[in-house]
């Protein structure tokens, strides 16, 4: 479970306002905002209350929690705005250290903010790098965010694990002092072999698996997506990180509508038999010199610009 300090929720809830109807994202067993008379809010998990309550008996820690009655399950696969009934739509969101785990960011978002009105906030809680066991991985770059979005991976991608395994820490060995180089390799918690068997298996079998797929900080955070903003993947304005401990806050103001949407799966991976006029192109010099697979990889990319552009 995640602590706030006081005036870390009074800052949240002064950017937040939390007026009308609210959604928070996976509390799972401690919401930022309680239900009740202050609060008409609703919660939406990944899974049912029952299986929530099944996973707390199995966790020692949280063996004895209460866990909140969720009232909307976010099937994977399926669009949030489908979950909830016809016309519902929210005032405000939170989403407290959930985005981290998500393996496409920019969609995960674009789903939450399909749900909020116009005007509507959304604050996300993320951890910050410096402050954990992340400290020595890399940032998440608008690249990869960019990639993911294209892509929309429904579990997280060989480099994400990879980067996460390769270059976490051992939290039970460190205790919290994260800044000594030689703790990069002397406290791994896992191997580069653990780290590429791993990826290989989710690979095959398409498994998620929960872990920090994104790493960021409070200014790295809102340089990033001021540039998805810019590029058009969203239409929102970002508001300066609130910043506490091993956390920050970012509250996500909806405009409107992004520009561009992201492209539709079959339409950027379109069968080999759709693409002899594409193969065409190919019969020169780069059909010559270049392999089969960098072939196909530009096949395919022309697939994305044209699925952008029709967007």
Not at 34 to 62: H, L, V
Not at 83 to 102: D, K, L, Q, R, T
Request: net charge negative.
């Amino acid at each position: 479970m995640v602590s706030h300090a006081p005036h870390v929720t009074n800052a949240v809830l002064e950017l937040l306002r939390p007026e009308g109807l609210g959604l928070e994202i996976a509390p799972y067993f401690d919401p930022f905002l309680p239900k009740g008379d202050e609060f008409n809010i609703f919660y939406a998990d990944y899974i049912s209350t029952e299986e929530i309550r099944a996973k707390a008996e199995q966790n020692p820690d949280f063996h004895d929690v209460e866990v909140p009655e969720v009232d909307f399950v976010w099937t994977p696969g399926k669009a949030l705005i489908d979950c909830f009934p016809s016309g519902m739509c929210f005032n405000y969101a939170i989403a407290s250290h959930v985005m981290e785990h998500v393996p496409n960011p920019i969609g995960w978002v674009c789903e939450i903010l399909s749900v909020l009105s116009i005007g509507g906030r959304l604050a996300l809680f993320l951890p910050d790098r410096r402050r954990n066991t992340d400290y020595f991985r890399n940032l998440t770059t608008f690249a990869e965010l960019v990639s993911w979005w294209i892509v929309q991976p429904a579990c997280p991608t060989p480099q994400q694990i990879v980067d996460f395994m390769g270059s976490s820490l051992d939290s039970g060995k460190v205790n919290g002092d994260y800044s000594n180089p030689q703790l990069s390799q002397k406290f791994r918690a896992y191997t580069d072999v653990d780290a590429i068997q791993t990826a290989c298996f989710v690979a095959r079998h398409g498994n998620y698996l929960d872990l920090h797929a994104t790493v960021w900080e409070p200014d790295q955070f809102v340089s990033v997506f001021q540039r998805i903003v810019d590029a058009g993947l969203l239409n929102v304005e970002i508001s300066t990180p609130i910043l506490h401990d091993l956390e920050f806050v970012i509250v996500l103001t909806k405009h409107g509508e992004p520009r561009l949407k992201a492209p539709r799966k079959p339409e950027i991976w379109p069968p080999m038999a759709e693409q002899k006029s594409l193969s065409e192109r190919f019969k020169g010099r780069a059909r010559r010199y270049l392999p089969e697979w960098q072939l196909n990889a530009l096949r395919q990319l022309r697939q994305v610009f044209r699925a952008v552009r029709r967007n």
